[in-house]
């Protein structure tokens, strides 16, 4: 017998680390939260190629690092779907946008996995990020603009979601 997958998803600041927490304290789960997970690892890997490693936003970032943190999730979770139920935190903002994206997870994980898509007002996702000081933000903040429209306008996912407004604060 399987366990339940959850996957939290969502713009920058929207709460997914908190809100994924908190989810899997409720339903009493091993909580894969993607900057836990490869953190280190990516600072220590970025240090070593002489890049900045508070990096996450640059195309060297996302064409060395990305898929291959995200298939390490999975990886994780799937080991751990035999014990107990995962929840995975990141943002997979491209995934989200494929309609056949959790048909390609149900494959992998063996059974379908639940997506939560978070929402929040893009002014309390900018104090948010500015309140959680850390460093890695910084270059986000100094150019919100641009960086909140490489998540779009917020659409909610083309695949099947729960939506979930996290604009309280938190």
């Known amino acids: 017998m399987l366990f339940e997958c959850h996957i ?6 929207v709460g ?7 989810f899997a304290k409720e339903i009493k789960a091993i909580l894969l939260d993607i900057d836990t997970c490869s953190e280190k690892l990516v600072m220590a890997g970025l240090r070593a190629l002489d890049h900045d490693p508070l990096d996450r936003d640059s195309q060297f970032f996302k064409d060395i690092y990305r898929d291959a943190i ?11 779907l035999i ?6 935190v990141g943002p997979f903002t491209k995934e989200i946008r494929q309609q056949n994206w959790l048909e390609e997870l149900t494959e992998k994980f063996e059974q379908r996995p639940t997506l939560h898509y978070l929402y ?8 948010r990020v500015k309140n959680r000081n850390n460093p890695r933000d910084l270059s986000k903040l100094d150019d919100w603009e641009s960086n909140s429209s490489y ?20």
């Not at 407004?165 to 938190?170: F, G, I, P, Q, T």
């Open 8 to 13: 939290i998803t969502g713009s920058p600041g």
């Open 16 to 22: 997914k680390s908190y809100y994924g927490r908190r």
């Open 70 to 80: 995200y298939e390490t999730l999975f990886e994780i979770a799937k080991e751990n």
């Open 83 to 88: 014990l107990h139920n995962v929840v995975i």
């Open 120 to 127: 929040c007002e893009p002014h309390k996702r900018f104090k």
């Open 151 to 170: 998540y779009g306008a917020e659409e909610p996912p083309a695949c099947p979601h729960i939506y979930v407004d996290n604009s309280k604060d938190l």
